[in-house]
């Protein structure tokens, strides 16, 4: 190919700046790799709606993939591949490096909750002739958003004596579904003097659920009983039950793709599936690793990463320590070692609300995966700051391994703020830094992404996973 000659300006300007290139121009041969690959994706987003549902499918997945229960104690062998569920709500997954543990980890943690309404322990109730669920949110959500949209219910109820069923209403073609009402126009001028946060209370997300009454015309609260006697038919529950129910009310409309182009999905549940998906299938694709490598899918983040489930909690680090245990291999040397990306979705520029970003600071939509190097709010309060020589590490890794990259940090700066499970890890003396796909709509019920930015996160990992240094 010709090159054109280029003016001893545009010479400076080739050398001497950075312009982040979309993925489309950077890398136009992955174009279709990424279509693939997102297939997948949306797949795993329609099957795992919640933590104990995503976790599920990934066992499945890394069964399939030849993984193997972990067993304490075992000094497992270079390449083999073993994993852990912890409590039905996270999952992690490792693949035995050919160096001695104490050269450290590669550390790949996404998390796999999402923001959603959670039933309340005594939820169902009847008002003007309604069954309605009282909800208690979870996570940060925009609550006028969950508004007039079908929902489907996803949970499990416990049994006497401790057995779990798991259900779901409102995925299949044929079932019903739920929703959130909200005022009428003609009605709303007193609710649209509101501020927006305030647009729907917290009690004001309550789910309608039924609407017949038992056909006894004496009867107390006739369309709740009616709608506990489906329930108890159903499921063998009384309303005591709820108590020890984990019941989750998350939109019922399944990944699309979005765009005549179809360069993006628009989805529940991409904030953090998007990077837990991409993670584990880098994980399963890894043979023979130089170092050992861990993928976690991490329950809680949404919430502040608290107890059994999150990675506050030590699940992730005994894990750690364990593997370590099983070599001999003292695990302060290894963790001092370590590396992690904490994968978390990145809030992408939104032409429509530029003045909340500053632009050269953003991550955009189709720039590939984004490198965070801190997060936090106002004066990078409560952050893992990354080292630059971390930084270094990474984006030289990405760049020989030709995965499209961008930086970017959440919003202007004093516009929010925001944090990520980064801090958790690092805390413990492992090198982490921040890495995720860009999200428009972040924490909404139809969050967007585009592929391109799916498929380099998916190579991001891998290629970590494949380091030699
Ligand atoms: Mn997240
Ligand atoms: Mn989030």
Redesign the pocket.
């Known amino acids: 190919m010709k090159k054109k000659d280029l003016t001893p300006t545009q010479k400076l300007e080739q050398e001497l700046l950075y312009q982040p290139k979309a993925a489309a121009d950077a890398a136009p041969e992955a174009a279709e790799a990424a279509q693939e690959f997102c297939k997948g994706y949306m797949e795993f987003l329609n099957e795992g709606k919640t933590e104990r549902e995503a976790t599920a499918w990934c066992e499945q997945l890394l069964l399939q993939k030849g993984y193997q229960p972990f067993c304490p104690g075992t000094n497992y062998p270079a390449g083999f591949k073993v994993y852990m569920v912890n409590r039905g709500k996270n999952i992690l997954a490792a693949t035995i490096g050919s160096q001695p543990i104490e050269q450290g980890f590669h550390l790949n943690i996404a998390h796999i909750d999402?923001?959603r309404l959670d039933l309340k322990p005594m939820p169902l109730y009847e008002d003007g002739e309604l069954a309605l669920l009282k909800t208690h949110y979870y996570?940060?959500i925009r609550k006028y958003q969950w508004a007039a949209i079908p929902l489907a219910l996803h949970g499990v109820f416990c049994r006497p004596g401790g057995e779990t069923v798991r259900f779901s209403v409102g995925e299949d073609e044929g079932d019903p579904v739920f929703c959130v009402t909200d005022l009428l126009p003609h009605l709303g001028a007193e609710q649209g003097d509101r501020k927006l946060n305030d647009g729907l209370k917290g009690e004001e997300l309550n789910i309608l659920v039924g609407g017949t009454p038992i056909p006894d015309e004496e009867a107390k609260e006739r369309v709740k009983l009616f709608t506990m006697q489906l329930l108890h038919e159903k499921y063998g529950i009384v309303e005591k039950d709820f108590i020890r129910a984990e019941i989750e009310a998350v939109p019922a409309f399944k990944a699309r793709d979005i765009g005549f182009d179809r360069s993006m999905i628009g989805a529940y549940g991409h904030?953090?599936r998007v990077d837990g998906y991409a993670a584990l299938m880098a994980e399963v694709e890894c043979k023979a690793p130089h170092y050992t490598t861990v993928c976690v899918l991490a329950d809680k983040?949404?919430v502040g990463s608290d107890g059994v489930t999150g990675l506050q909690g030590d699940f992730t680090f005994h894990f750690l320590r364990q593997l370590c245990a099983g070599q001999n291999a003292d695990w302060i040397t290894a963790f001092r070692a370590s590396k992690c990306l904490s994968a978390?979705?990145a809030a992408a520029f939104d032409p429509t609300f530029a003045s909340a970003y500053e632009k050269r600071n953003s991550a955009f939509l189709g720039k590939g995966i984004t490198v965070i190097k801190y997060t936090g709010a106002r004066g990078k309060s409560g952050t893992n700051d990354a080292p630059a020589e971390l930084v270094s590490y990474l984006v030289d890794i990405l760049d020989e391994n030709k995965v499209v990259w961008q930086t970017g940090e959440l919003g202007k700066v004093d516009q929010g703020g925001?944090g990520t499970v980064a801090k958790f890890v690092a805390n413990r003396n492992i090198d982490t830094i921040d890495i995720g796909v860009p999200v428009l709509s972040?924490?909404a019920p139809f969050e967007v992404v585009s592929k391109n930015d799916v498929y380099m996160a998916y190579r991001a990992f891998k290629a970590f996973n494949e380091a030699l240094r």
């Open positions: 999402s923001p996570g940060g904030d953090d983040e949404e978390d979705v925001g972040m924490h």
